[in-house]
């Protein structure tokens, strides 16, 4: 199969799950293997070219919630406005400031699929189970300063353990404390931004630093961003609306559905 191929591929698989709850780590776990790309947390090229079209993906948030992002800006000046960016900052630095510090500590991504696959059950069951435990409960739509220091503590989960899913991690926290699911939704998205730029470029930073890697595939990596970046836009869309009616525990049993068989073919 020609590279390209390959690439527009794995892009479309990170464009649509890096924003649903389902983990984008899983499916280009098992993507890759199926394309007999190998395991993929031990390529080489893995680590850099995930993380750079991850950061795609903050192109369709930016678009999605253009109007959102206009409304904070022209509001800048109002207490309201004010606090709801001071939130997102304070969940952005601690989440900055523990992935500094797990890099600094040496901490590594898994080296087998078990793990990934493992967590990537556990995150089903975890949305099965707060939906079942907020059913019949009222949702709030005011984030609060303990609703951002516990999204930030969602980033940092989903960071240690591939296969739970930033956004799912980060809106579970949301509504485990009260946030009803389209505010935690647009929380979590919204925190994406900074989150995956600043990801991406440290990533990319630390490449160039590095004289003794292998080269960058720069075409690989345009192709993956450009095309992550399209099809989350359609992703991103489709759940914002999806949740103004639905809850999320067709995404833990999806997660079933496909954890289950990710697992006898990965293990």
């Known amino acids: 199969m020609a590279e390209w191929v390959v690439d527009v591929f794995l ?3 990170e ?11 899983g499916h280009l776990l098992m993507v890759g293997h199926l394309l007999e790309k190998g395991d993929i947390l031990q390529d080489p090229k893995s680590t850099l070219y995930n993380v750079v079209i991850q950061s795609g993906t903050v192109l369709a948030v930016i678009a999605v919630f253009a109007e959102r992002l206009k409304e904070l800006f022209q509001r800048r000046h109002e207490r309201e406005a004010q606090a709801y960016v001071g939130k997102l900052l304070l969940a952005f630095g601690i ?11 040496g901490f590594n991504l898994p080296e087998e699929a078990a793990p990934v696959v493992i967590t990537f059950l556990i995150g089903g069951l975890l949305i099965l189970l707060v939906e079942l435990w907020l059913r019949g ?9 303990t609703m951002a220091v ?4 969602g980033q940092l989960l989903a960071a240690v353990f591939p296969g739970l899913s930033r956004s799912g991690a980060t809106i579970l926290m949301g509504m485990a404390l009260g946030l009803n ?28 630093q590095d004289s003794s890697g292998r080269a960058i595939e ?7 961003f450009v095309v992550s970046g399209i099809t989350a836009f359609i992703a991103v869309k489709w759940l914002l609306h999806y949740v103004r009616s639905h809850t999320f525990e ?13 697992a006898w073919i990965l293990l």
């Open 11 to 13: 892009g479309i698989v």
């Open 15 to 25: 464009g649509i799950t890096e924003f649903l709850p389902i983990s984008s780590t």
């Open 95 to 105: 989440t900055g400031i523990g992935g500094l510090a797990l890099k600094a500590s």
């Open 137 to 145: 409960k009222p949702l709030g739509s005011d984030v609060t300063w």
């Open 150 to 153: 516990a999204f930030a503590v």
């Open 181 to 208: 699911r389209e505010r935690a939704t647009e929380f979590s998205f919204l925190l994406g931004i900074p989150t995956l730029v600043a990801a991406g470029g440290l990533e990319l930073f630390s490449t160039l």
């Open 218 to 224: 720069w075409d690989s990596l345009i192709i993956g």
């Open 250 to 262: 067709v995404f833990g049993w999806y997660r079933f559905a496909v954890g289950i068989p990710m």
